[in-house]
């Protein structure tokens, strides 16, 4: 039996909320600074880029929401670790995991925790997804409103020159194209507003990202590290087992030859000399057997080897369609 920790041996991803709401304080405070300068780029185009906020918004929200469902995760296999009572809500992540975490709390190991472990990575990568496409999508948004500005001032310009007046003073003409294309021109800075929201709102879906990237990241390695050093301890224990009875057979085995070789030399009677063949061919017996349980040890070691490796290969093999798909 495996004694069960003291500590809980996952931590709670609370540090990564803490830097997100640092960040974004941060940010709010530089659009609080820069308020004048930002609320004229905003009304130049108002609807798309209260679009690309509200977007915004929702990427906030998905990446808050990638960190905390790791609370619930943690709690339970904290509480199975350190004898507690687990939630009675049943983990969605570690759903295949569920019965490694009991057995591993209990010193045993079950087959394919190394792949169940790839299989939760996979699930914890696909959340992050969404807020991978959010990012791209914001850019596009904001090239969409420099493309929308770009053609409206353009019409303009071709309106102001369509316009203009032909076989007139040269000075005249172009004192009215100089004023025709001030209304323009005085707009076409504004029209790349929409790519500085787009890229800014990128930016920060960026960096909230990368923390509950590193978030998950740390909580599958803590996890990893838990089950993989059960699972080392049992394999040791096990090995530990198997030497120490090879040995005993062994020492049975000397013990006897030595026996009989003393007997034989001894010219003792044909009785005695019988037994100890007996007792020496039993010796054989045993070690055979215990060479061919350890053979079998071994070959239901390679076989779960190779199990594992196929079932890791199906895993890559359907990430591998799945992002080639989307």
């Known amino acids: 039996m495996v004694a069960r920790p003291a500590s809980p041996p996952l931590k709670k991803p609370g540090i990564y909320l803490v830097r997100m ?30 679009l690309i906020l509200g977007v915004l918004l929702i990427a906030v929200l998905l990446a808050f929401g990638q960190v905390i469902r790791l609370f619930r995760e943690v709690s339970y296999v904290n509480a199975v670790a350190t004898g507690q009572t687990p939630p009675k809500a049943r983990p969605t992540l570690l759903g295949p995991l569920v019965p490694a975490i009991a057995a591993r709390t209990d010193g045993a190991t079950l087959s394919g925790t190394r792949a169940h472990l790839d299989t939760t990575a996979a699930r914890l990568d696909e959340g992050r997804e969404i807020l991978r496409y959010v990012s791209g999508i914001l850019i596009l948004l904001g090239l969409l409103g420099t493309f929308w500005g770009l053609i409206d001032t353009l019409s303009a310009v071709g309106g102001v020159i369509s316009g203009m007046r032909g076989g007139g003073d040269a000075a005249v003409m172009f004192d009215e194209l100089k004023n025709g294309l001030a209304v323009p021109l005085s707009g076409i800075g504004l029209a790349f507003s929409a790519s500085l929201f787009g890229l800014a709102s990128s930016l920060i879906v960026g960096f909230l990202d990368l923390q509950a990237g590193q978030a998950h990241a740390r909580f599958h390695n803590e996890l990893e590290d838990w089950l993989v050093s059960g699972e080392d301890q049992a394999v040791t224990v096990r090995d530990g087992a198997a030497s120490q009875q090879g040995a005993a057979l062994s020492r049975e085995l000397q013990e006897t030859l030595e026996r009989l070789s003393k007997q034989i030399a001894e010219g003792s009677g044909g009785r005695t000399a019988t037994q100890a063949m007996t007792n020496l061919a039993e010796g054989i017996q045993g070690l055979v057997q215990h060479m061919r349980a350890e053979q079998q040890m071994i070959r239901d070691w390679v076989e ?5 490796e196929k079932e890791l290969k199906q895993v890559l093999d359907r990430l591998s369609r799945e992002r080639v798909e989307s």
Do not use: D, K
Not at 25 to 44: C, E
Not at 304 to 308: G, K
């Open 304 to 308: 779960a080897q190779a199990s594992r």
């Open 21 to 50: 709401l640092v960040f974004l304080i941060l940010v709010g405070f530089l659009a609080f600074v820069l308020f004048r300068q930002i609320t004229p780029a905003f009304l130049a185009n108002p609807g798309l880029n209260g």
